[in-house]
Nanobody, 123 residues
């Protein structure tokens, strides 16, 4: 059973940066795609960014392009989401998810989720 634990959230001012981490255990981290989702109060959960098992393929939603950077360290079983130039609209609970295989498509319905980490951006 794959377990995911996020960390790195917090309260920051607009324009600041955060790096979220997601440590995986219980599975072959190098064999599955990883993604970061977020859910703001009153809104549906949305995919922010994802990365294939090899790290070659990545996806960013339009609002994340140029500010978010997702990387995957297979040796440390860890995925990182670097967020720069934070905006108040980035405020949400951020969740790490793992797919069932190497491609980004496996994150359409991820079976594995972390508990979430809160990111709050003040204006």
């Amino acid at each position: 059973q794959v377990q995911l634990v996020e960390s790195g959230g917090g309260l920051v001012q607009a324009g600041g940066s955060l790096r979220l981490s997601c440590v995986a255990s219980g599975g072959s981290f190098s064999r599955f795609a990883m993604g970061w989702f977020r859910q703001a109060p009153g809104k549906e959960r949305e995919l922010v960014s994802s990365i294939s098992a090899s790290g070659v393929a990545t996806y960013y939603r339009d609002s994340a392009k140029g500010r978010f950077s997702l990387s995957k360290d297979n040796a440390k079983n860890t995925a990182y989401l670097q967020i720069n130039s934070l905006k108040p609209e980035d405020t949400a609970v951020y969740y790490c998810a793992a797919g069932t295989g190497p491609s980004l498509a496996t994150l359409s319905t991820p079976p594995y989720w972390g508990q979430g980490t809160q990111v709050t951006v003040s204006s």
